[in-house]
Protein backbone atom coordinates (compact mmCIF):
# COMPACT_ATOMS: atom_id res chain seq x y z
CA UNK A 1 0.00 0.00 0.00
CA UNK A 2 1.63 3.40 -0.60
CA UNK A 3 -0.07 7.14 0.34
CA UNK A 4 1.11 10.43 0.06
CA UNK A 5 0.45 13.49 2.29
CA UNK A 6 1.36 17.12 1.14
CA UNK A 7 1.58 19.69 3.94
CA UNK A 8 -0.13 22.99 3.14
CA UNK A 9 -3.12 22.97 0.58
CA UNK A 10 -2.31 26.38 -0.36
CA UNK A 11 0.82 28.21 -0.23
CA UNK A 12 1.63 31.90 -1.65
CA UNK A 13 5.37 33.48 -2.59
CA UNK A 14 6.30 36.71 -3.58
CA UNK A 15 7.53 36.64 -7.36
CA UNK A 16 11.45 36.07 -7.61
CA UNK A 17 10.82 34.32 -4.20
CA UNK A 18 11.84 30.60 -3.67
CA UNK A 19 8.84 27.81 -3.83
CA UNK A 20 8.77 24.72 -1.41
CA UNK A 21 6.10 22.53 -2.02
CA UNK A 22 6.45 19.70 0.73
CA UNK A 23 5.61 15.71 0.29
CA UNK A 24 5.83 13.44 2.53
CA UNK A 25 4.99 9.19 1.22
CA UNK A 26 4.51 6.01 2.58
CA UNK A 27 5.03 2.99 0.61
CA UNK A 28 5.82 -0.62 1.35
CA UNK A 29 8.09 -1.10 -1.35
CA UNK A 30 10.96 0.98 -2.80
CA UNK A 31 8.56 4.32 -4.64
CA UNK A 32 8.33 6.08 -7.93
CA UNK A 33 7.64 9.10 -7.25
CA UNK A 34 6.11 12.22 -9.47
CA UNK A 35 4.95 15.92 -9.04
CA UNK A 36 2.35 16.71 -11.21
CA UNK A 37 0.70 20.66 -11.81
CA UNK A 38 -2.53 21.03 -12.97
CA UNK A 39 -3.52 24.77 -14.58
CA UNK A 40 -7.12 26.02 -14.28
CA UNK A 41 -9.25 23.71 -16.62
CA UNK A 42 -6.49 21.90 -18.03
CA UNK A 43 -5.36 18.49 -17.39
CA UNK A 44 -2.59 16.84 -15.54
CA UNK A 45 1.08 17.37 -16.70
CA UNK A 46 4.26 15.80 -15.25
CA UNK A 47 6.48 17.77 -13.77
CA UNK A 48 9.23 15.16 -12.89
CA UNK A 49 9.62 11.96 -11.41
CA UNK A 50 12.03 9.68 -9.62
CA UNK A 51 12.20 6.36 -10.46
CA UNK A 52 15.65 4.99 -8.46
CA UNK A 53 18.02 7.04 -10.51
CA UNK A 54 19.65 10.28 -8.92
CA UNK A 55 18.18 11.48 -5.91
CA UNK A 56 18.58 14.82 -6.90
CA UNK A 57 15.71 15.26 -10.11
CA UNK A 58 15.66 17.96 -12.38
CA UNK A 59 12.53 18.49 -14.31
CA UNK A 60 10.72 21.25 -16.42
CA UNK A 61 9.91 24.70 -15.84
CA UNK A 62 13.05 25.23 -13.59
CA UNK A 63 11.12 22.70 -10.88
CA UNK A 64 13.14 19.96 -9.06
CA UNK A 65 12.77 17.86 -6.24
CA UNK A 66 14.89 15.79 -3.72
CA UNK A 67 14.50 11.85 -3.17
CA UNK A 68 15.13 11.63 0.59
CA UNK A 69 14.94 7.95 1.83
CA UNK A 70 15.43 8.51 5.30
CA UNK A 71 12.84 11.09 5.69
CA UNK A 72 10.19 9.31 3.21
CA UNK A 73 10.38 12.96 1.46
CA UNK A 74 9.94 14.54 -1.91
CA UNK A 75 9.89 18.28 -2.03
CA UNK A 76 9.25 20.66 -4.69
CA UNK A 77 11.61 23.56 -5.12
CA UNK A 78 12.10 25.94 -7.93
CA UNK A 79 14.81 28.76 -6.87
CA UNK A 80 12.49 32.31 -7.96
CA UNK A 81 9.25 31.80 -8.90
CA UNK A 82 7.00 32.87 -11.62
CA UNK A 83 3.53 34.58 -12.12
CA UNK A 84 2.93 31.69 -14.84
CA UNK A 85 3.89 28.99 -11.80
CA UNK A 86 0.53 30.06 -10.56
CA UNK A 87 -1.11 26.52 -10.68
CA UNK A 88 -1.66 23.54 -8.50
CA UNK A 89 0.48 20.89 -7.88
CA UNK A 90 0.02 17.11 -7.03
CA UNK A 91 2.85 14.93 -5.48
CA UNK A 92 2.12 11.12 -6.32
CA UNK A 93 3.45 7.48 -6.10
CA UNK A 94 3.59 4.16 -7.48
CA UNK A 95 5.20 0.51 -6.55
CA UNK A 96 8.32 0.04 -8.44
CA UNK A 97 8.06 -4.10 -9.55
CA UNK A 98 5.15 -5.57 -11.19
CA UNK A 99 2.86 -4.23 -14.16
CA UNK A 100 0.99 -1.84 -12.26
CA UNK A 101 1.67 1.74 -11.83
CA UNK A 102 -1.72 3.20 -10.73
CA UNK A 103 -0.72 6.60 -8.75
CA UNK A 104 -2.05 7.64 -5.21
CA UNK A 105 -1.99 11.21 -5.34
CA UNK A 106 -1.63 13.55 -2.59
CA UNK A 107 -4.91 16.22 -1.81
CA UNK A 108 -2.58 18.75 -4.16
CA UNK A 109 -1.30 21.93 -3.19
CA UNK A 110 -2.40 25.56 -4.74
CA UNK A 111 0.18 27.94 -5.22
CA UNK A 112 -0.10 31.74 -5.91
CA UNK A 113 2.42 34.41 -6.57
CA UNK A 114 2.13 37.20 -5.74
CA UNK A 115 3.29 40.58 -8.02
CA UNK B 1 1.45 13.94 -32.23
CA UNK B 2 -1.98 13.66 -30.46
CA UNK B 3 -2.66 13.18 -26.86
CA UNK B 4 -4.75 11.72 -24.91
CA UNK B 5 -9.14 12.72 -25.49
CA UNK B 6 -11.52 12.69 -23.74
CA UNK B 7 -15.54 13.45 -24.23
CA UNK B 8 -17.94 14.90 -23.63
CA UNK B 9 -15.64 17.58 -21.90
CA UNK B 10 -18.69 18.15 -19.64
CA UNK B 11 -22.14 16.07 -18.83
CA UNK B 12 -24.63 16.95 -16.99
CA UNK B 13 -27.19 14.39 -15.81
CA UNK B 14 -30.18 13.77 -13.20
CA UNK B 15 -30.02 10.91 -10.75
CA UNK B 16 -30.72 8.12 -11.44
CA UNK B 17 -29.56 8.44 -15.22
CA UNK B 18 -27.28 6.34 -17.16
CA UNK B 19 -23.59 7.90 -18.22
CA UNK B 20 -20.95 7.03 -20.53
CA UNK B 21 -17.35 8.85 -20.67
CA UNK B 22 -15.13 7.96 -23.76
CA UNK B 23 -11.38 7.93 -23.46
CA UNK B 24 -9.00 8.11 -26.40
CA UNK B 25 -5.59 6.99 -25.54
CA UNK B 26 -2.15 7.75 -27.28
CA UNK B 27 -1.96 5.95 -29.91
CA UNK B 28 0.46 2.53 -29.12
CA UNK B 29 -0.31 3.08 -25.10
CA UNK B 30 -1.34 -0.56 -24.23
CA UNK B 31 -1.96 0.78 -20.32
CA UNK B 32 -4.74 2.83 -19.35
CA UNK B 33 -5.94 4.14 -16.18
CA UNK B 34 -9.36 6.14 -15.31
CA UNK B 35 -8.94 8.25 -11.68
CA UNK B 36 -11.67 10.04 -10.30
CA UNK B 37 -11.04 13.85 -8.89
CA UNK B 38 -13.32 15.23 -6.49
CA UNK B 39 -13.47 19.16 -5.82
CA UNK B 40 -10.45 19.49 -3.48
CA UNK B 41 -8.96 16.38 -3.82
CA UNK B 42 -6.19 14.81 -5.57
CA UNK B 43 -7.58 12.12 -8.59
CA UNK B 44 -8.22 8.74 -7.00
CA UNK B 45 -7.57 5.39 -9.05
CA UNK B 46 -10.62 3.76 -10.29
CA UNK B 47 -9.28 1.28 -12.88
CA UNK B 48 -6.53 0.14 -14.89
CA UNK B 49 -6.34 -1.95 -18.33
CA UNK B 50 -3.43 -3.70 -19.81
CA UNK B 51 -4.51 -4.35 -23.15
CA UNK B 52 -8.07 -5.42 -23.18
CA UNK B 53 -8.13 -6.29 -20.05
CA UNK B 54 -8.70 -4.80 -16.75
CA UNK B 55 -5.89 -5.86 -14.54
CA UNK B 56 -7.19 -4.08 -11.42
CA UNK B 57 -10.66 -2.87 -10.76
CA UNK B 58 -9.88 -2.49 -6.90
CA UNK B 59 -10.81 1.68 -7.35
CA UNK B 60 -14.56 1.28 -8.73
CA UNK B 61 -16.70 2.78 -5.80
CA UNK B 62 -19.44 0.13 -6.71
CA UNK B 63 -21.35 -1.89 -8.83
CA UNK B 64 -22.69 0.77 -10.34
CA UNK B 65 -19.77 2.03 -12.05
CA UNK B 66 -18.14 -0.40 -14.93
CA UNK B 67 -15.34 -0.11 -17.87
CA UNK B 68 -14.34 -1.64 -21.19
CA UNK B 69 -11.72 -1.65 -23.26
CA UNK B 70 -12.79 -3.92 -26.00
CA UNK B 71 -10.13 -3.77 -28.49
CA UNK B 72 -7.28 -2.90 -26.61
CA UNK B 73 -7.12 0.73 -27.44
CA UNK B 74 -10.48 3.24 -26.44
CA UNK B 75 -11.97 3.03 -23.40
CA UNK B 76 -15.38 3.73 -22.02
CA UNK B 77 -16.55 4.42 -18.67
CA UNK B 78 -20.20 3.67 -18.27
CA UNK B 79 -21.83 4.19 -14.81
CA UNK B 80 -25.39 3.12 -14.29
CA UNK B 81 -27.79 5.10 -11.80
CA UNK B 82 -25.90 7.51 -11.30
CA UNK B 83 -25.96 9.75 -8.02
CA UNK B 84 -25.29 13.18 -6.51
CA UNK B 85 -22.43 11.81 -5.34
CA UNK B 86 -20.94 10.77 -8.49
CA UNK B 87 -20.68 14.79 -9.83
CA UNK B 88 -17.02 14.89 -10.30
CA UNK B 89 -13.62 14.85 -12.74
CA UNK B 90 -12.84 11.89 -14.85
CA UNK B 91 -9.88 11.68 -15.49
CA UNK B 92 -8.12 9.09 -18.11
CA UNK B 93 -4.58 8.79 -18.75
CA UNK B 94 -2.89 6.43 -20.41
CA UNK B 95 1.15 4.89 -20.95
CA UNK B 96 3.45 2.55 -22.57
CA UNK B 97 2.94 0.25 -19.34
CA UNK B 98 6.92 0.31 -18.77
CA UNK B 99 8.14 0.35 -15.12
CA UNK B 100 8.25 4.04 -14.19
CA UNK B 101 6.73 5.00 -17.38
CA UNK B 102 4.96 8.95 -17.20
CA UNK B 103 1.22 8.58 -17.65
CA UNK B 104 -0.36 11.06 -19.70
CA UNK B 105 -3.72 12.67 -18.57
CA UNK B 106 -6.48 13.77 -20.94
CA UNK B 107 -8.07 16.84 -20.06
CA UNK B 108 -11.19 14.95 -18.18
CA UNK B 109 -14.99 14.76 -18.30
CA UNK B 110 -16.50 17.16 -15.53
CA UNK B 111 -19.49 15.04 -14.42
CA UNK B 112 -22.53 16.62 -12.81
CA UNK B 113 -25.53 15.16 -11.66
CA UNK B 114 -28.48 16.80 -10.12
Known amino acids: AQSVTQLGSHVSVSEGALVLLRCNYSSSVPPYLFWYVQYPNQGLQLLLKYTSAATLVKGINGFEAEFKKSETSFHLTKPSAHMSDAAEYFCAVSLSGGSNYKLTFGKGTLLTVNP | ?9 NKVTEKGKYV ?8 GHTALYWYRQSLGQGPEFLIYFQGTGAADDSGLPNDRFFAVRPEGSVSTLKIQRTERGDSAVYLCASSTGHSSNEQFFGPGTRLTVL
Open chain 2, 1 to 9: GAGVSQTPS
Open chain 2, 20 to 27: ELRCDPIS
